[in-house]
């Protein structure tokens, strides 16, 4: 058992009410049909996506007495589409961000915008910059320094917290032990260590991908995409782009910090 979502049943009707039109008008061929594209909800609550190809059932007078359908799934198909499609606007994204990064210039007054495309392709609630600095006693920190977040999601940029965070004080050890290694912190958040998740679900996180820069050997930061609507699983695809771009980021930097050294 399928149920049709209220903006489908709307299709489905209008197409009914169209053909009936064409037949009234006389410009209908009975032997065409027509074909619709429809999302519908199981009853198990999980969506399936069908074509249906309708045509009028006719009598002897070649009037129109009924509808047959035939329906079939074509899930798979749609999904290898929003993938492909989803694959392409990352491409961009991060083609975008790289030609933005190497042009240069200082690539500060260009990340606002380079987080936003890269956000919108990878359909996060947040994307951000951190960087790591140190206290007057030698503790790790981390501040957050740019971010884009989606339509109705609460910016984190001026919240206090975020900014000279101590990483073992504040329950992150493992970010600390991973990220300066080269290594990724993905998945749900209900999954991860008790002691990182107050923290995180202080800003709606569900899930999250977390990725380190270097600029060189040095472990400058990293770069954040945040779900806060779902435990997301993250595609290799997603998880490469964001890797991509910080491996872009930290390149720059080092070059405008070599540049920087020249001069001086």
């Known amino acids: 058992g399928e149920n049709l979502p ?13 053909e009936m039109a ?26 399936i996506w069908t074509e249906v190809r309708a045509s009028f059932i006719r009598d ?31 491409l961009e994204a991060v083609s975008f961000a790289a030609e933005k990064f190497l042009k240069g210039h200082d690539w500060e007054p ?26 007057t006693n030698g503790n790790l920190l981390a501040s957050l320094r740019h971010e884009w977040v989606a339509a109705n999601i609460e910016p984190q940029i001026d919240n206090p917290e975020f900014q000279g965070t101590p990483y073992k004080a504040s ?15 993905w998945g749900s958040v209900a999954q991860f260590p008790p002691s990182e998740q107050p923290l995180l679900a202080a800003r709606d996180t569900k899930s999250i991908v977390a990725v380190p820069i270097f600029v060189g050997q040095h472990w400058w930061g990293g770069f954040g ?13 997603e998880v490469d782009a964001l890797v991509t771009a ?3 980021l930290g390149l ?4 405008h910090k070599e540049e920087k050294a020249l001069r001086e």
């Open 171 to 185: 329950g992150f050890e493992r970010w600390e032990e991973m990220l300066p290694q080269g290594q990724i912190i």
């Open 22 to 47: 064409r037949e009234e008008q006389g410009l209908a061929d009975p032997n065409s049909s027509r074909v619709v594209e429809l999302e519908e909800i199981h009853k198990d609550g999980y969506t």
């Open 6 to 18: 209220p903006a489908y049943l709307g299709q489905v009707l209008e197409v009914i009410s169209e």
């Open 60 to 90: 002897t007078h070649n009037r129109p007495i009924g509808i047959l359908g035939v329906t079939r799934d074509i899930t798979k198909r749609k999904e290898a589409e929003e993938a492909l499609r989803r694959r392409e606007a990352i």
């Open 225 to 237: 995409f945040e779900d806060c609507f779902q435990e997301r699983e993250w595609s290799s695809m």
């Open 110 to 135: 260009d990340i606002h915008e380079i987080l936003e495309r890269i956000g919108q392709a990878v359909e996060v609630s947040r994307i951000y910059l951190f960087e790591n600095h140190h206290d």
């Open 246 to 248: 910080a491996s872009i």
């Open 252 to 255: 720059t930097i080092l070059h």
